[in-house]
C-alpha cells in the first residue's frame, strides 16, 4: 500500500520518513484493520509498531495482560502465532524491549508515530529490514 489510505485521513509516514507499508493482511493486522499501522488521535494504545512476533514475546504479553495468542471468534481474532506479523501498542514493544524480550520490527511498515516513545535506534536494533 502507498501510505495515502486508511482510517488516519492523512498521508501516513514510516520511522525512515517513507510512505507507511502494509504490515499484515494475513492477520489483518492495524488499529483501522487496513493491514497497515497506521494511527490516529483515536489510537490510544498507539498500535504503531510492526512486529514479527515470537512464542517468547507472546508468552511476554500474555504474563502482562494481553494475550494475543487465544483466538477470539467473536472479534475475528484467530490468535497469533509465532511468525505472525501484527501492529503492536508502541508501549508494548517498548516494554518488551526492556525486559530483552522485543520481537523483530519491520522499520518500513512502523509508523513515525512509534518515535515518540522509543527511539530509531532501538528499533533499528530489532529491525528485520535494516
Not at 502507498?2 to 514510516?14: I, Y
Not at 502494509?22 to 497506521?38: A, K
Not at 497469533?80 to 524491549?97: H, N, Y
Not at 522485543?102 to 529491525?127: D, F, G, I, Y
Amino acid at each position: 500500500m502507498d501510505g495515502s489510505h486508511g482510517g488516519g485521513g492523512s498521508f501516513q509516514l514510516n520511522v525512515l520518513g517513507s510512505p507507511l507499508a502494509t504490515c499484515s493482511v494475513q492477520p489483518l493486522t492495524g488499529y483501522f484493520r487496513t493491514g497497515c499501522c497506521e494511527t490516529a488521535a483515536d489510537d490510544f494504545g498507539s498500535h504503531t509498531v510492526c512486529a514479527q512476533v515470537t512464542a517468547e514475546f507472546l508468552a511476554f504479553s500474555k504474563s502482562r495482560g494481553n494475550d494475543l495468542s487465544t483466538p477470539m471468534p467473536g472479534y475475528g481474532f484467530a490468535g497469533l502465532k509465532p511468525g505472525d506479523r501484527w501492529c503492536l501498542c508502541v508501549t508494548r514493544w517498548k516494554e518488551s524491549f526492556d525486559a530483552g524480550m522485543a520481537p523483530r520490527v519491520v522499520l518500513a511498515a512502523t509508523h513515525r508515530a512509534a518515535l515518540s516513545v522509543v527511539t530509531l535506534e532501538q528499533l533499528m536494533a530489532h529491525a528485520i529490514d535494516a
